[in-house]
């Protein structure tokens, strides 16, 4: 499966984004999706989970009740709704699918094994 992260973009504190993280191959629905982010210097920080059915998932402390991940395994799509963004918000975001077959939602970007490309967001204060 490859992937691909788009909806990235320029907002002001306080608007909202959606992220989408879209698959080719048949067998997306078989794969938990995270979503990670990174700014220069740092590493790349976990920022939502979901597994394969969307049954199960999983946040940062620092996004919870601003953020929400959903899927929609029809159309091959992982989404990350972000609300109430901020300046911290700020960076690049990147998808990735994780096979594990328990549902794990795994909140080490090691533990994932296929990358999309960084969508930029920036979050002017």
Same mark, same amino acid.
């Given at each position: &499966?490859q992937?691909q992260a788009?909806?990235?973009?320029?907002? $002001?504190?306080?608007d909202? +984004?959606r992220?989408?993280?879209?698959?080719?191959?048949?067998t997306f629905?078989? #794969?938990?999706?995270?979503?990670?982010? $990174?700014t220069p210097?740092?590493?790349r920080e976990f920022?939502a *989970?979901?597994?394969?059915n *969307? =049954?199960?998932?999983? #946040?940062?402390d620092?996004v919870?009740g601003?953020?929400?991940?959903t899927?929609?395994? =029809?159309k091959?799509? &992982?989404y990350?709704?972000?609300?109430? +963004?901020?300046?911290q918000?700020?960076a690049? #975001?990147?998808c990735?699918?994780? *096979?594990n077959? =328990?549902?794990?939602? $795994?909140?080490?970007? *090691? =533990? #994932?094994a +296929?990358?999309?490309q960084?969508? $930029? &967001?920036? &979050?002017?204060s």
């Amino acid at each position: &499966v490859q992937l691909q992260a788009s909806g990235g973009g320029l907002v $002001q504190g306080g608007d909202s +984004l959606r992220l989408s993280c879209t698959a080719s191959g048949r067998t997306f629905s078989f #794969y938990n999706i995270g979503w990670f982010r $990174q700014t220069p210097g740092k590493e790349r920080e976990f920022v939502a *989970g979901i597994n394969w059915n *969307g =049954a199960t998932t999983r #946040y940062d402390d620092s996004v919870k009740g601003r953020f929400t991940i959903t899927r929609d395994n =029809a159309k091959n799509t &992982v989404y990350l709704h972000m609300n109430s +963004l901020n300046p911290q918000d700020t960076a690049d #975001y990147y998808c990735a699918a994780d *096979g594990n077959k =328990a549902g794990i939602i $795994q909140m080490t970007a *090691g =533990a #994932y094994a +296929l990358w999309g490309q960084g969508t $930029q &967001v920036t &979050v002017s204060s």
